[in-house]
């Protein structure tokens, strides 16, 4: 079984020149990477990526006079996890305070670590079990990051991108 699940964190805004700018920060946590906390800072157009340890998340209690947290907007994704020769497929059952949104499909080819070099066999074998669903491009993430190493912080963006889309669907931002 796996997981990974996000909490959403919003300022109200700093003192200074920056009075009423809106921060969001998201932090989320991955099953997969048990001793990481991830973290991605939004402010305007530029998000700022972070990778910490459990601590993380005693800092973000400590920081609640900066930062509040939105409970309802906890939103999570688990499921079984198969691994079926090189690949490593997961299905996930996405809730968002306890209700049931939807499911995530994720797919790895573990022995390449560039996407473009293994996206064609990715799409070939997504498309054997969920047909024509399966979009001939990559993921919009993906595309401007094709040739550079994979790293869990691209996981760990897809699943913001996806978990966004789901508190869109509901209407909750």
Request: a positive charge.
């Amino acid at each position: 079984m796996w997981r990974t699940c996000i909490v959403l964190h919003r300022s109200p805004g700093f003192r200074g020149r920056n009075i009423g700018v809106q921060r969001t920060v998201h932090v989320l946590h991955n099953s997969e990477q048990p001793a990481s906390v991830f973290a991605l800072l939004e402010s305007g157009s530029k998000v700022v990526p972070l990778i910490a340890d459990g601590l993380f998340d005693l800092l973000m209690l400590k920081m609640t006079n900066i930062y509040t947290s939105k409970k309802q907007t906890k939103i999570e994704s688990k499921g079984p996890r198969f691994e079926i020769g090189d690949f490593c497929v997961k299905l996930g059952s996405v809730t968002m305070s306890q209700n049931f949104k939807g499911v995530l499909v994720e797919v790895e080819y573990r022995p390449c670590v560039v996407a473009a070099s293994a996206w064609e066999l990715i799409r070939e074998f997504l498309q054997g079990f969920l047909g024509s669903a399966v979009s001939n491009q990559a993921p919009q993430y993906l595309q401007n990051r094709m040739n550079e190493i994979y790293q869990p912080m691209d996981t760990i963006q897809q699943y913001l991108e996806h978990f966004g889309q789901y508190r869109k669907a509901t209407g909750v931002i």
